[in-house]
């Protein structure tokens, strides 16, 4: 028996074959095929996730929708796609970023880490199980980009870059308060606030002893 | 959003000149406020120029003992900076007080002078609004303005200016070095570089079609004790309702600019003149000719109060 196992996405992908009838999303997002109008496609090279990768893409068409719509990388989620809820936030260069609000070709020859990225069910990252430890969700959605968000803030803490929480512009060190402030741009509407920032309290004092 | 095409600029020369020759041209550098526009369809571009690439992207310092500052230099770099947070601590206090950490990481010197207001009026397409669409009205005057500015305001617009940046930029004196097409160079000071509505509230800053922003010019350090307070509905990722960047002397002189009360960042002689005088002479002098609606009234009396607390923190 070889059973593909069911995920949510397979039965998500089921039930949308089934229902052929309902019009994609969006229009931004429009796969080559159906695009009726606009500039010509733009070929644009990424390495995602160790992976290089090579698209054509109409202008329009944002990291995120790069990522999830061609990629089919639908880790990264698109919540409010307007860089209110950090739900899309990627890891680029090094840098954590909203990637509703970048278009792909400006991201010519950038390596980028997505959630699928940072760990896998058999390997987890130790964010990524600091998380499952501290219930640091209820539905899941915005945890691909608290948990990107969560390992890129740790990194800048570390390489000193101050926040509005921070008092001496040139004492940067871990805080529950910086914490708070630097997670602000990604919003829970479930509200696992406090026990996000357990976890990455949990996964800073690791590093501390590591 | 609309459909554009989309070019990377090698050259200042090169972005300046396309910009100039191609219709409907924007360039695009962060993207962070620019695309969020397109896809509202406020903005709609039929080309974009990417100025990301064009090595504007350096903190130095200048032969003056001030500090000449990329366009493309990311919030998060610029407030990071030893040298701004050393001399200009106000700065890194203001670009720290905005946005959040992936977009500061995204967002850039020049970008932030440009961004647009966060009007309601003026990001609602079914809403008159005469800085979106000339002539067609104004939905704030009468409408929800709790946000909306208080000075400088006019018949036309009450749209508030967003940043923080340009807020310690004005505070500093800064001056905005461009490009244009011709391949001449000039400095705007920041005090011209933002424009009262007026009867255009559409022509927000003084560039002309096709300048392309260089680099931000600070002169040399003031010293004394640099303050930023912003006050917003949130703790965290929020627009001011008021803001107030603050240098104090060691003598008790100061120097104050504002943010979240003005259709530009807000700074008069008076109010520096009043510094000795204490927190309420300096709110009376900076809110001088203050038209407030029913709605925004109350930031009158907030910035009187964080004023005061200002002065608190300060001890003077």
């Given amino acids: ?210 | 959003m609309r459909p554009f095409t989309y070019s990377r600029a090698a050259s200042v020369e090169e972005a300046a000149k396309t910009a100039a020759a191609t219709q409907g041209a924007r360039f695009i550098a962060g993207g962070t406020n620019l695309l969020d526009l397109m896809k509202l369809q406020i903005e709609m571009p039929t080309h974009l120029i990417d100025v990301n690439h064009l090595g504007l992207d350096r903190i130095e310092p200048t032969a003056e003992g001030g500090l000449r500052i990329g366009a493309m230099v990311r919030n998060t770099d610029l407030a990071a900076d030893k040298m701004v947070r050393r001399d200009y601590a106000v700065l890194s206090r203001a670009l720290l007080a905005g946005a959040s950490g992936q977009l500061r990481n995204k967002a850039t010197t020049g970008g932030n002078l440009l961004q647009r207001t966060r009007c309601p009026y003026f990001y609602d397409t079914r809403m008159p609004c005469n800085k979106r669409k000339p002539g067609s009205g104004c939905g704030a005057l009468k409408g929800m303005s709790r946000s909306l500015a208080i000075l400088g305001t006019s018949e036309s617009c009450i749209a508030q200016h967003p940043s923080d940046m340009a807020v310690a930029l004005r505070l500093l004196d800064a001056s905005v070095d461009t490009a244009s097409a011709d391949g001449s160079r000039r400095t705007i000071p920041i005090a011209d570089f933002h424009l009262l509505p007026g009867d255009t509230p559409e022509v927000e800053n003084a560039l002309r079609p096709g300048e392309l922003i260089t680099s931000v010019t600070l002169p040399k350090p003031l010293g004394g004790t640099h303050v930023y307070r912003k006050v917003r509905d949130r703790a965290s990722y929020a627009f001011a309702l008021v803001s107030v960047a603050a240098v104090f002397a060691k003598d008790g002189q100061a120097r104050f600019a504002f943010g979240g009360i003005g259709t530009k960042p807000w700074r008069t002689d008076a109010a520096d003149a009043a510094a000795l005088s204490g927190a309420a002479a300096v709110a009376e002098a900076a809110l001088s000719g203050a038209r407030p609606t029913e709605h925004n009234a109350f930031k009158q009396q907030l910035t009187a109060r964080t004023l005061a607390s200002l002065y608190r923190q300060k001890g003077v």
């Fill in chain 1, 1 to 210: 028996m070889t059973a593909e196992p069911l995920t949510r996405r397979s039965l998500l992908q089921g039930s949308a074959a089934a229902a052929a009838a309902i019009p994609a999303l969006g229009e931004a997002q429009a796969a080559p095929a159906r695009r009726k109008e606009g500039a010509p496609m733009t070929p644009v090279g990424l390495t995602v996730n160790g992976r290089e990768v090579h698209l054509q893409l109409d202008p329009r068409t944002t990291l995120l929708d790069a990522l999830r719509e061609h990629l089919h990388l639908t880790g990264t989620k698109k919540g409010c796609d307007h860089g209110q809820c950090g739900a899309c936030t990627v890891i680029v260069e090094g840098r954590r970023i909203n990637s509703c609000l970048t278009l792909a070709v400006m991201h010519e020859g950038d390596h980028v880490t997505t959630i699928e990225g940072i760990g896998t069910p058999e390997k987890l990252h130790p964010m990524q199980r600091a998380f499952i430890t501290h219930d640091g969700y209820q539905c899941g959605y915005c945890t691909p980009g608290q948990i990107c968000s969560a390992v890129a803030v740790l990194e800048e803490i570390e390489a000193g870059i101050p926040s509005h929480a921070t008092q001496d512009l040139d004492r940067i060190a871990f805080s529950e308060s910086e914490v708070r402030e630097r997670m602000s741009g990604n919003i829970c509407r479930c509200a696992a606030y406090p026990n996000i920032v357990a976890a990455i309290r949990q996964v800073a004092e690791e590093g501390v002893k590591a």
